[in-house]
């Protein structure tokens, strides 16, 4: 983990989503699922988690944390990178991705890491972004099932408060998980990044509990 300071170099509307390009040291880049946290100078007594959707020259691209008022030039504080990501075996070849309850914005910088190791991939997600890889197949939530069935490695987002929704929409599918690499991201207020260990993040994982800001916020679908 590092500290050091970054720059709002612009911010970017497509698809309906808002995204942030940041300049920042190579050290502070988060890989996708890892987050670094930013304060940005304001009277905002928190830092906000930026997640990794893509790669950008001399930083990365980041969802745009909801009440942001930043602007082009914007200085910024960063700690990171934070957490535990994803992890995309070299062997798997289909690749399912899977935005449960939100938009599919911090699964995206997994797409470029699928199609560098000739991974077909599909997105599931409503609605979907327009402006993905031609190689990026794109089918609603109702087909998770269908999805899972052919994926060998599938990654989930979904808040916290829809875990128990998400068990209930998969269903027997859970079977089928078990059978193959399927990890997800866990939204949480995480804004300690770990230091503090406040435990608004905690998460319950059968009989204990861990915290998204540290030992996730991506976890194995087993354990969860």
Sequence with gaps: MRTGKGQVLE???EDGYRYVRVVCPPGLVPAPGQYVLASDGSESPLPLPLFHTDLAPRGFLAAVPQGVTWSPGHALQL????????TLPLSVRRVGLVAFDDSPVRLIGLIRQALQQDAAVVLVCDPAPDKL???VEVQPLSAIKEILEWADYAAFDVARENL???GETLGKQNQVTAGIG????IRTPIPCGGVGECGVC???LG???RLACK??????????
């Design 11 to 13: 911010l970017i509307l």
């Design 79 to 86: 700690r990171g990178p934070l957490g535990r990501g994803f």
């Design 133 to 135: 890889p031609n190689d």
């Design 164 to 166: 128990s929704r998400l």
């Design 182 to 185: 399927t990890q997800v991201l």
């Design 202 to 204: 905690a998460v319950t």
């Design 207 to 209: 009989p204990d509990w």
């Design 215 to 224: 030992d996730g916020p991506v976890f194995d679908w087993r354990d969860v």
